[in-house]
């Protein structure tokens, strides 16, 4: 009870995510407290906040529970059958591109797990949506969902021919402000920055954002018409660098990769669908990320 307000900030949102009456967990908060003989969480009217002395409790806390949920995880794994629905939420182009790729083996393996799919660019709220596990990209958060990392996704800096043949090919970052670029929107509706990265030098240069689209795949689209530069995941446009539709700019620098995380709606033990679903796709990118393409022209 105490990781959950301590985590939650709040008895309300604990006790509705524990599923008790909120005087309980005030209750056992207050004991706790009584018990350890020192306040660990600050009240307010509107919110609650760790004291000083709560601070360390929650995060050994939070190592304690996740040991706990592993062996009840692997105990579950073992004894109950894989079958049931397993209700997942991705973004459209991991869909396509990767889960798309992987579930027939899945769907081979485990014949009596039925799957629902929610494909969507904007990224579904995971306790009111019943969705069992989500994949999620970039940083996280939601402090309240428990993550598993997948690992990265890697990103290239490109653009079409005939959109080179037209505006020039920039030949260092600072040449990116003179150009077109394709991006999804930023929360603050203020211009995006683009980072590079060659070595321990890092580079920043805030872009013109000639067209913003909140969906990776219509980017991808829009760079090979030739409506700008933008950057895209490399299991998206490594086939087009290849063949030459598309052209790998700045190769000698690097963009950020995203991390790719697996989330689940609570720390409760995860069903044994969900486990083999976490199990599979760790698997299924094993040596190293799946959908990482190291082999694309002009890298390292």
């Known amino acids: 009870m105490f990781e959950r307000v ?40 509107r919110k609650v906040e760790l004291t000083v002395a709560g601070e360390s409790p929650l995060v ?35 869909g396509i591109n990767v889960l798309a790729e992987h579930f027939p083996d899945l769907l081979l393996r485990y014949p ?13 709220e995971l306790v009111s949506s019943h969705v069992d596990v989500a994949i999620r990209f970039g940083p996280l958060s939601d402090s309240s969902m428990v993550a598993t990392r997948l690992g990265e996704m890697l990103r290239v800096l ?34 995006r920055v683009w ?11 805030a872009i013109h954002q000639r067209v913003s689209v909140n969906e990776a795949l219509t980017i991808h689209r829009l760079i090979l018409k030739g409506s700008g530069i933008g950057i895209v995941s490399c299991y998206v446009c490594a086939p087009d660098i290849r063949t030459g539709r598309l052209v790998h700019l ?3 620098w690097t ?3 995203l ?15 969900v486990r083999a679903f976490v199990d599979f796709m760790k698997e299924a990118n094993q040596p190293g990320f799946h959908w990482q393409d190291n082999e694309l022209p002009g890298m390292a």
């Open 60 to 94: 050994r806390c939070k190592s304690a529970l996740d040991e706990l949920d592993k062996a009840a995880d692997h105990v579950g794994h073992h004894a109950a059958e894989v079958q049931g629905e397993l209700r997942i939420s991705a973004g459209i182009g991991f």
């Open 255 to 257: 963009v950020p990769n």
């Open 112 to 124: 009596k797990v039925d799957i629902s799919l929610d494909l969507s660019s904007r990224p579904a």
């Open 195 to 205: 980072r590079f990265m060659q070595g321990a030098e890092a580079r920043e240069v």
């Open 158 to 191: 490109c653009a079409s021919p005939d959109y080179l043949e037209r505006s020039g090919t920039p030949s260092t970052v600072e040449d990116l402000v003179d150009h077109e670029t394709i991006e999804i929107p930023g929360s603050d509706g203020r211009a």
């Open 6 to 45: 301590a985590t939650l900030r709040g008895f309300s949102a604990a006790a509705c995510a524990l599923s008790l009456p909120r005087s309980n967990v005030s209750r056992s908060i207050a004991r706790l407290e009584a018990t350890l003989g020192a306040r660990l969480i600050q009240r307010t009217t």
């Open 250 to 252: 700045l190769p000698q």
């Open 259 to 273: 991390e790719v995380n697996m989330l689940f709606p609570s720390r409760r033990e995860l069903a044994p669908a």
